[in-house]
C-alpha cells in the first residue's frame, strides 16, 4: 500500500525566506509525484508533478521539488516566500498504472509580511 | 474550457440520512475520483470511475456508493451517515493517457452531519 508523509505540519515563515516542505513516501513500484496547494477559500492545485527524466521538476510561482529515488523523497523547495504563499501543501504519490492519489497529511504554511 | 464543479457547496444532514452529492467533470474528462478530506487531513481516496464504471475503491464502506453519467458527470451517495462523515468531499476529473494521470479538482462539498 501507498503511503505519504509529512513531517512539517505548520510552518511560519517572514517573507523572502526560504522554504522546503518534507515528503516521503512509501510505494514499491513506480510512482508519480505531485504537489499539490490549497490557498485559503480555494480548490486544490497542482503546484508541480514529476513522473520520469530529470528529477528536479519546475512548477508554477517558483517552486521546484526534487526527487531523490534512493531517499523515496520528493522536497518541495522555493527559494523567497511571499506573503501570498499562505496556503496549505500537500505531497501526493499515484502509481503509473491508475488515477489513485494517496495523499500526505498536508503542511500548513503561514508567511508573515 | 469549463473546470470541475460541485454541488451543492454546503450541506447539513443528521444522522441516519442519506446524503448525494453531484460532480460535473472537466471538458473531455472521462474518469471522476471522489475523496473525502477530514478536517486537518489530506484527502483520501473513496472510489473512481472511468467510463461510467467503478474503476478501483479505497478503503471505505459499501454505504458510500456513486456513479457517473454517459457525459462523465459523477454522483457520490452516502447512506446511513455517521457522524465521522463530516467532511469536506472533493471530486477530481482526468483523462488518463498512458502514465499521465494528472488530476484536476473541484472546489467541493461541505458535509456536515449532526
Known amino acids: 500500500a501507498q503511503s505519504v508523509s509529512q513531517h512539517n505540519h505548520h510552518v511560519i515563515l517572514s517573507e523572502a525566506a526560504s522554504l522546503e516542505l518534507g515528503c516521503n513516501y512509501s510505494?514499491?513500484?513506480?510512482?508519480?509525484l505531485f504537489w499539490y496547494v490549497q490557498y485559503p477559500g480555494q480548490h486544490l492545485q497542482l503546484l508541480l508533478k514529476?513522473?520520469?527524466?530529470?528529477?528536479l521538476v519546475k512548477g508554477i510561482k517558483g517552486f521546484e521539488a526534487e526527487f531523490i529515488k534512493s531517499k523515496f523523497s520528493f522536497n518541495l523547495r522555493k527559494p523567497s516566500v511571499q506573503w501570498s504563499d499562505t496556503a496549505e501543501y500537500f505531497c501526493?504519490?499515484?502509481?503509473?498504472?491508475?488515477?489513485?492519489?494517496?495523499f500526505g497529511t498536508g503542511t500548513r504554511l503561514a508567511v508573515r509580511p | 474550457e469549463t473546470g470541475v464543479t460541485q454541488s451543492p457547496t454546503h450541506l447539513i444532514k443528521t444522522r441516519g440520512q442519506q446524503v448525494t452529492l453531484r460532480c460535473s467533470s472537466q471538458?473531455?474528462?472521462?474518469?471522476v475520483s471522489w475523496y473525502q478530506q477530514a478536517l486537518g487531513q489530506g484527502p483520501q481516496f473513496i472510489f473512481q470511475?472511468?467510463?461510467?464504471?467503478?474503476?478501483g475503491r479505497g478503503n471505505f464502506p459499501p454505504r458510500f456508493s456513486g456513479l457517473q453519467f454517459p457525459n462523465y458527470s459523477s454522483e457520490l451517495n452516502v447512506n446511513a451517515l455517521e457522524l465521522d462523515d463530516s467532511a469536506l468531499y472533493l471530486c477530481?476529473?482526468?483523462?488518463?493517457?498512458?502514465?499521465?494521470?494528472?488530476?484536476?479538482f473541484g472546489p467541493g462539498t461541505r458535509l456536515t452531519v449532526l
Open positions: 514529476y513522473f520520469s527524466g530529470d528529477p
Open positions: 510505494y514499491g513500484g513506480t510512482v508519480n
Open positions: 477530481a476529473s482526468s483523462l488518463p493517457v498512458l502514465d499521465y494521470n494528472e488530476q484536476f
Open positions: 501526493a504519490v499515484g502509481a503509473s498504472s491508475g488515477d489513485k492519489l494517496t
Open positions: 471538458s473531455g474528462h472521462n474518469t
Open positions: 470511475y472511468y467510463r461510467e464504471e467503478e474503476n
